[in-house]
C-alpha cells in the first residue's frame, strides 16, 4: 500500500458529476488538482448500507474542504452509470457537490495497494494528497466501519500548519514549538 511521503499515483477516471444524463460524466485525474489539496476517499460498493453515511457526510463538508482549498473526489469500483443510478435513487446523494469516479478496472486501487484480497473491492480507504502530489495521510478502516468525515477535515488542517499538532489540537489552537 502506499504510505505518507509517496508519491500519489496518476490516475484518469470516468466520474458522474450530476444526475442529468446529458452532462453526468466527465474524466478526473491527478493533473486536474495540482496546486490544491485532494481528499480521495474510497467505499466498497454502490448500493450498500455504510457507505452512503459517509459519502453524505463528506458531501455535507465540502464548503470546508473548499475552504481550505481541497477538492473531495470519491470512489468504487462501481461503474459510473451504477453511481448515477445511485445518485438518482439515494435522496442524500442527489445533490453531491463532488465527483464519484469509477475505478471499474480497479488499476487504481491496485496501485493504491487498497483492493480488498477476499472481496476483490476498494477497501474503505482515505487519503490526503498535497498540491504537489505527495500522499500526505492515509487510513484504511474495516468494511464494517464508517470513517469520520470530520477528522480527515481535522488533519487536514493540521497538516496545512505546516507545524506539530497535538493529540486532539484542533484548528485556531495553538501548536507545539519545534
Not at 481541497?70 to 451504477?82: K, N
Not at 453511481?83 to 438518482?88: D, F, T
Not at 504537489?132 to 470530520?150: E, K, Q, S
Request: include cysteine; charged fraction near 25%; aromatic fraction near 10%.
Amino acid at each position: 500500500m502506499i504510505t505518507v511521503g509517496d508519491k500519489y499515483p496518476n490516475f484518469n477516471l470516468k466520474a458522474t458529476v450530476s444526475n442529468d444524463i446529458d452532462n453526468a460524466f466527465e474524466r478526473v485525474e491527478l493533473e486536474n488538482y495540482r496546486g490544491q489539496w485532494l481528499v480521495m476517499f474510497f467505499w466498497p460498493k454502490d448500493f450498500t448500507f455504510v457507505c452512503p453515511t459517509e459519502i453524505s457526510e463528506f458531501g455535507s463538508l465540502n464548503s470546508e474542504f473548499q475552504k481550505r482549498n481541497t477538492q473531495l473526489l470519491g470512489a468504487s469500483i462501481d461503474s459510473e452509470f451504477v453511481h448515477l443510478a445511485w445518485r438518482q435513487q439515494k435522496t442524500e446523494l442527489n445533490e453531491l457537490p463532488f465527483p464519484m469516479a469509477s475505478d471499474i478496472k480497479r488499476e487504481l486501487s491496485h496501485e493504491l495497494g487498497i483492493l480488498d484480497k477476499k472481496e476483490g473491492v476498494s477497501q474503505r480507504a482515505t487519503f490526503i494528497v498535497d498540491p504537489n502530489g505527495m500522499t500526505r495521510f492515509v487510513m484504511v478502516t474495516d468494511m464494517n466501519v464508517g470513517r469520520n468525515p470530520n477528522e480527515v477535515l481535522r488533519v487536514l488542517d493540521a497538516l496545512q500548519t505546516n507545524e506539530l499538532c497535538p493529540c486532539n489540537w484542533k484548528k485556531g489552537e495553538e501548536t507545539l514549538n519545534k
